[in-house]
């Protein structure tokens, strides 16, 4: 790590250009993202008025997904953004726009929390409704904001952000991950978008426990939750 001066004229940390870090892991989970967010709209409208089993179901589900992006955006919030912006020649209209995207997602975000826990009580037609349509609303907001990100900030982030970072910022994320039964469907929900060299790579990363109980029991536990979530 070298220092150079800053426009300002204080001295700013620069990352040495030979480490450069692989965002491939962040890629991978904007793809789990994406398809749960464009699923979800349909599985929901297609649900029965009143049928509070089917609700729970699916509501579980989709609570456990806006959770994990939840976190997922505050990780980037808290350990990202602000190592970006400090960083010569980075563009901050770039990153103010990544902050920006984040903050009209939250909103979104805040009214499915609150029509999910609606639904999941009654299973009402209205908010069965219209949750399906702002959950519409956010998967449209979240395929802007993730291909922007993956085409204009990943690629800097690769050359500007050192490997220590982007390690702390990948533990963050982690911390969604249940330490419960759950686990098993978040790690099957990953590797269902994985291709077999992300799959190695993905798997490598867990505990060896966590690896052991994902060949006995993840394939069987995950399609199990799977099915029930998209059954027609």
């Known amino acids: 790590m070298t220092t150079e001066p800053h426009r300002g004229g204080e001295p700013t940390q620069v990352r040495d250009q030979t480490a450069r870090v692989d965002t491939w892991e962040m890629v991978l989970v904007h793809r789990v993202f994406r398809r749960e967010f ?31 992006l939840h976190h997922h955006h505050a990780a980037e919030d808290e350990l990202l953004w602000p190592v970006m912006l400090n960083r010569v020649g980075l563009r901050a209209d770039l990153v103010h726009r990544m902050e920006a995207q984040h903050e009209r997602l939250a909103g979104l975000l805040t009214r499915i929390d609150d029509l999910t826990a609606r639904w999941r009580a009654h299973a009402a037609a209205d908010v069965r409704d219209e949750l399906a349509d702002v959950l519409a609303q956010a998967s449209g907001g979240l395929d802007e904001h993730l291909g922007d990100e993956e085409r204009e900030l990943l690629p800097l982030v690769s050359e500007h952000v050192t490997p220590a970072e982007w390690d702390a910022l990948n533990e963050r994320a982690r911390e969604a991950i249940p330490k419960n039964k759950l686990a098993l469907v978040f790690v099957g929900a990953i590797l269902e978008e994985a291709n077999p060299l992300e799959a190695r790579k993905f798997l490598a990363q867990l505990p060896a426990p966590a690896r052991v109980l994902w060949r006995l029991f993840g394939p069987r536990t995950y399609a199990k939750s799977r099915d029930a979530i998209r059954r027609g």
């Open 38 to 68: 464009r699923i979800l709209p349909a599985l929901i409208r297609a649900a029965p008025p009143g049928d509070t089993a089917r609700a729970e179901t699916i509501g579980s589900h989709l609570a456990n997904v806006a959770g994990a």
